[in-house]
Nanobody, 122 residues
Framework: QLQLVESGGGLVQPGGSLRLSCAAS????????LPWFAQAPGRGGGGVGC???????TYVNSVKGRFPIARDNAENTAYLLMNSLQPEDTAVYYC????????????????WGKGTLVTVSS
């Protein structure tokens, strides 16, 4: 069993930055690949990126170069580093965990956090 808790969201002006954290407890953290998702108000959700259990990140094109993903297995924490934020980035951001041992490209999602709201507005 794995519990995920996101933090770090808030209100930021366009062009600003935030660092979201995803803290995990309850299982062998290092064996899980960790995707990030965004659910925008009134719009559909979608993937932002993913970091493998080995620490290799992948990104959707819309955030490539702006939202680096990192993880610290010693601290059981993953990070979404959000730069050059724009109003269209406003969303609830969720971290999740793939099934044990799966890579980012494999299907399925076993665990979800409850999300943290990022609002980009002047």
């Amino acid at each position: 069993q794995l519990q995920l808790v996101e933090s770090g969201g808030g209100l930021v002006q366009p062009g600003g930055s935030l660092r979201l954290s995803c803290a995990a407890s309850g299982s062998i953290w290092g064996y899980y690949s960790l995707p990030w998702f965004a659910q925008a108000p009134g719009r559909g959700g979608g993937g932002v990126g993913c970091i493998t259990k080995g620490g290799v990140p992948t990104y959707v094109n819309s955030v490539k170069g702006r939202f680096p993903i990192a993880r610290d297995n010693a601290e059981n924490t993953a990070y979404l580093l959000m730069n050059s934020l724009q109003p269209e980035d406003t969303a609830v951001y969720y971290c999740a965990a793939k099934p044990f041992g799966h890579s980012c490209s494999e299907g399925g999602m076993n665990y979800w956090g409850k999300g943290t709201l990022v609002t980009v507005s002047s």
